[in-house]
């Protein structure tokens, strides 16, 4: 009896270390499918892009649009802009999320201010949004009471300005500036923000905004939300 218990833990020790070196195995083909996908986009990417950035840049250039003093040539701008917006982290999430604005002042520094914090507030009302979606989401699977899904939204709908001075160091990606009739400067900015670094924005606003609402809300949120 005890010779048969033994053969049969010898077995079923095998098929769990053959289970997991299949399942490390598929990890790594999964991890290798995706390296190659992204080295295969990137390569696409940087054709297309390259082009398409000379396009818009011709057509901007057109319109009065030149690059701000110590920027990168209007081209390299764009191209980089392109990238970005194709960037993904390991699980095929975008990784930054883009804000664009533009402001007209007095002087170039002025108006480049305004723009930064009005592209700021665009980052916001994305995060804002895909925030708002998640919670009706929920509620749909009923992972949250419809009550409590509402106080989250109204919640959420109230904190874009929040959100927008919870968000942390942003990245200049396009700064062009023209002159304009008035003798007025008319900046346009492009800013990108880690899409992780955004989540815990929004987190951070919108546990705030709740605070007053009590700790089984937050913690519903939490649970709802992954966070």
Known sequence: ?????????????????????????ET?????????????????????????ARKEAKQLKKQGWKSAPGALPLEKQLDRSYMMQQEYDEDMFPKYILGTAQSI???????????????????????????TALAESNVANKQ????????VTKTVMGAKNLISQSIGRVIPIVEVYRDTNKG????????????AMAKEAAKKAIRQELEDKGEELIDQLDKAMGW
Not at 32 to 48: G, I, Q, T, V
Not at 144 to 151: L, P, R
Request: proline fraction near 0%.
């Open 144 to 151: 949250m009471s419809e009550n409590d899904a509402a106080t």
């Open 184 to 195: 007025t400067k008319e900046v346009r900015v492009t800013i990108a923000y880690n899409a």
């Open 105 to 131: 002042g007095e002087n170039f520094d002025g108006a480049k201010m305004q723009a930064m914090e009005l592209a700021k507030l665009d980052l916001a009302g994305q995060i804002q949004t895909e925030v």
């Open 1 to 25: 009896m005890k010779k048969l218990l033994m053969i049969v833990s010898c077995m079923l020790i095998t098929l769990s270390t053959i289970n997991l070196h299949a399942e490390d195995s």
């Open 28 to 52: 790594e083909k999964i991890m290798k499918e995706r390296k190659e996908l992204r080295k295969m986009s990137r390569k696409a990417l940087n054709e297309k892009a390259s082009k398409d």
